[in-house]
């Protein structure tokens, strides 16, 4: 279970969603059927063994979210699926009642599944093998290739799948080892001031620092710092 801003529902809900599927509880502290239903949610998601994931909005303070949904009341639950809302309720439902909800988005694992869920090497190809856009598994094989020093393939791999948070980043961090970029030694905050400059002109080094900004991650505070200085540029 996670709450969920404005700030990041797209990273959290959206993305996160290409993966696995993600219900969406809408509530607010003031809400008494939605201090009923979100205990219920949550043992219910949480007993499908993260085959779905449980996002929390309270709407008093992310109206953004709740204008998105086109919310009129609450409680109100959403399932996300592929960036997109494949199904949903309004009001506290009992709790067979949402699990035949959730049970809906959360079919019983797959051979594949099984195998990229053991997370070595040989398992995850033989899931490739079952089902060539496996998202766990390409994006697992694709980390431990990089982490290998084979950019090249795990950028192939990575392009068998609809891009995600999860594998712009992986992605990110292939190409920077294509162009033996090591974030860890070569200082991040030191390359990225030396990439401005160039940023304009060369289309290589926006790509490169678009890139380092990808490694950093959302939550670093540098990123927005360092994307205001590329518009700056750019604009």
């Known amino acids: 279970m996670i709450d969920v801003t404005d700030a990041t529902f797209e990273r959290d809900v959206l993305d996160r969603s290409v993966e696995v599927p993600v219900v969406v509880d809408l509530w607010a502290p003031w809400c008494g059927p939605c201090r009923t239903l979100g205990p219920i949610l949550e043992r219910v998601v949480a007993a499908t063994g993260g085959r779905v994931e449980l996002a929390k909005v309270n709407v008093d303070d992310n109206p953004q979210v709740a204008q998105g949904f086109q919310v009129q009341s609450i409680p109100a639950v959403y399932a996300v699926s592929d960036r997109k809302v494949v199904d949903g309720f309004i009001g ?3 709790e067979a009642q949402v699990a035949e909800f959730v049970a809906r988005l959360s ?22 093998e079952l089902q ?10 694709a980390r431990l290739l990089v982490a290998r020093g084979e950019p090249d393939e795990a950028l192939d791999l990575l392009a068998r799948i609809p891009e995600s948070g999860e594998s712009r980043q992986v992605a990110a961090e ?3 080892a294509r162009q ?22 060369d289309e ?3 790509q490169e ?24 540029r750019l604009f």
Do not use: M, N, W
């Not at 051979?111 to 190809?125: K, P």
């Not at 033996?180 to 990225?192: K, N, Q, T, Y």
């Open 92 to 94: 506290a439902l009992p």
């Open 107 to 128: 079919p019983e694992p797959t051979e594949a599944d099984l195998l990229a869920s053991r997370g070595d090497e040989a398992s995850l190809r033989q899931a490739l």
């Open 180 to 201: 033996h970029v090591d974030v860890a030694s070569d200082g991040i905050d030191e390359r990225l001031q030396g990439l401005l400059d160039r940023v304009k002109a």
């Open 209 to 232: 620092f678009l890139d380092l900004l990808e490694t950093l991650g959302p939550d670093d505070p540098r990123t927005a710092d360092y994307r205001r200085a590329l518009a700056a």
């Open 174 to 176: 292939a190409r920077l």
């Open 132 to 141: 060539h856009d496996h998202p766990v598994a390409v994006i697992a094989l």
């Open 204 to 206: 290589a080094a926006r």
